[in-house]
């Protein structure tokens, strides 16, 4: 059996050929795939339970769907973290907290959005827990919709301005951290997205050989991980 992990799919309905791609994929996994996991930034961004996911409607539809075949695991990103766990439960969502530590074939794997490996990136990690507080999230809840989106949709746009003119480096992870939490939580896998470079690095630590795999965005190409019974692969295909 087969376990798949996708993150950083920005799902917008400004990107329809994406949507369908997903919900295509979705509609059309393959038999053996026992569980679906996505960590973070499913969407390109989320005010609350009464957004109205314009564009979004069938992505939901067909995640229920799916649900009563598989268990469909979802963690917050920097994008989506006001999805609530009630509307995660009622669209058949199993929610998970960040970090969360799970065991498969035999491994012991900590599952990540990322963005706080990210540490170098010392501005970001202020807006993160600014955000993630309950006071903000409580205030910001307090606004009518309108203003909710057209706050989301200016701190986007803010967020891609100011992420053209950081280095490359600050917006990666730290690697000191990176082995921090591979000690902390006692894994031999870190798995999480956020810095759209997909790869499947090889850490030594503590004298054993552990692996951090970064999944991939979902803009001109779609990237799958995949772990079955010692197998791990990335599957990438063009978004058509």
């Given at each position: 059996?087969?376990t798949?992990f996708?993150?950083d799919?920005h ?12 919900v295509d ?12 996991y996505?960590?973070?930034?499913f ?5 609350g ?24 695991y979802?963690?917050?990103?920097n994008r989506d973290?006001m999805?609530s ?7 058949g ?18 599952l990540?959005?990322g963005d706080?490996l990210?540490i170098d ?5 202020k ?14 809840l ?5 203003e909710?989106?057209?706050l ?9 301005s ?9 917006m990666?992870?730290?690697?000191d951290?990176?082995i921090?939490q ?14 759209h470079?997909?790869?499947?690095h090889k ?7 552990c692996?951090?795999?970064?999944l991939?965005d979902?803009?001109?190409?779609s990237f799958?991980?995949?772990i079955?019974?010692?197998e791990i692969?990335?599957?990438?295909s063009?978004?058509?």
């Amino acid at each position: 059996m087969t376990t798949i992990f996708i993150s950083d799919l920005h799902l917008d309905k400004d990107r329809p050929k994406v949507i369908r791609y997903f919900v295509d994929f979705l509609n059309n996994l393959e038999s053996d795939i026992e569980s679906l996991y996505i960590l973070g930034d499913f969407v390109e961004y989320w005010v609350g339970d009464d957004d109205p996911g314009d564009g979004l409607e069938e992505v939901f539809s067909s995640i229920k769907k799916k649900s009563n075949d598989i268990p469909i695991y979802f963690m917050h990103g920097n994008r989506d973290f006001m999805i609530s766990e009630k509307f995660c439960n009622h669209h058949g969502m199993k929610f998970l907290t960040d970090p969360t530590k799970i065991k498969l074939h035999g491994k012991k794997i900590l599952l990540m959005h990322g963005d706080t490996l990210c540490i170098d990136d010392i501005e970001y990690q202020k807006f993160r827990t600014m955000v993630r507080s309950p006071l903000w999230q409580n205030e910001m809840l307090k606004k009518s919709l309108e203003e909710r989106i057209n706050l989301a949709k200016m701190l986007r746009a803010k967020s891609l301005s100011e992420t053209g003119a950081k280095d490359e480096v600050i917006m990666d992870v730290n690697n000191d951290e990176v082995i921090s939490q591979l000690k902390k939580y006692n894994v031999d896998m870190i798995i999480h997205g956020h810095t759209h470079r997909p790869n499947i690095h090889k850490i030594i630590s503590e004298n054993k050989e552990c692996k951090r795999i970064v999944l991939g965005d979902w803009y001109d190409k779609s990237f799958i991980l995949r772990i079955s019974d010692g197998e791990i692969i990335i599957d990438k295909s063009n978004l058509s």
